[in-house]
């Protein structure tokens, strides 16, 4: 019985190739007339990633670290990895207004869980490179937060540091518990 079975889905599988080779054969002249190897390699395709328009406002820190600046920017994101995408912004401040993210600082995952909470795992660089103080621990901590729960789908987010939870990664501001949007700090445009 399983012999019989066998042979059936070996047989439709050869018979599915040749009539896949038939129907490609007959597409045009120009094919018949490059040289082949005669060599076929099955090939599988792979689905490539989904690519939409996202319209983001991030939240830059002023020089003075008094307050956080909103800036709106359309990017490109693939397969949903908009967080991937805020952190490679918030790398690259307009002119005027200061980068909010210690230098080498990386984002190893993120998680956005049912409840709204986005879990970012930052590496260790992002406390060992941070050398701002409490405003700028502040400025470093909100720009991420309030440009974070800007998306619908977030209300608040914890901070990890290399995949832990910590009293306060950057000194004051408690990280054990996820932190919520701040507008108080958010300068509106006169």
């Known amino acids: 019985m399983y012999r019989r079975s066998f042979s059936t889905i070996i047989l439709t ?9 038939l129907l490609t054969g007959c597409n045009s002249k120009t094919q018949a007339e490059k040289p082949t190897d005669n060599i076929t390699t099955p090939v599988a395709k792979t689905p490539e990633p989904t690519s939409q ?25 693939k397969d949903q990895q908009v967080i991937n995408v805020i952190f490679i912004e918030l790398d690259n401040p307009p002119s005027g207004l200061e980068k909010p993210l210690p230098s080498g600082t990386k984002l190893l995952n993120a998680t956005i ?17 941070f050398g701002g103080g409490s405003a700028g621990e502040q400025m470093t901590m909100y720009s991420i937060v309030n440009t974070l729960t800007a998306l619908p789908n977030v209300s608040s987010v914890q901070f990890l540091l290399a995949g832990d939870k910590h009293d306060g990664i950057l000194g004051h ?18």
């Open 113 to 129: 869980s049912a409840d709204g909470i986005a879990s970012i795992n930052l590496s260790p660089e992002f406390k060992a490179n």
């Open 53 to 77: 328009s996202v319209k983001l406002t991030l939240y830059f820190p002023n020089s003075e670290a008094t307050g956080l600046i909103p800036t709106d920017r359309t990017v490109e994101v």
């Open 13 to 21: 599988i050869v018979c599915l190739f040749l009539a896949g080779g």
């Open 173 to 190: 501001l408690d990280t054990r518990v996820p932190i919520k949007r701040n507008e108080s700090l958010i300068i509106k445009s006169t």
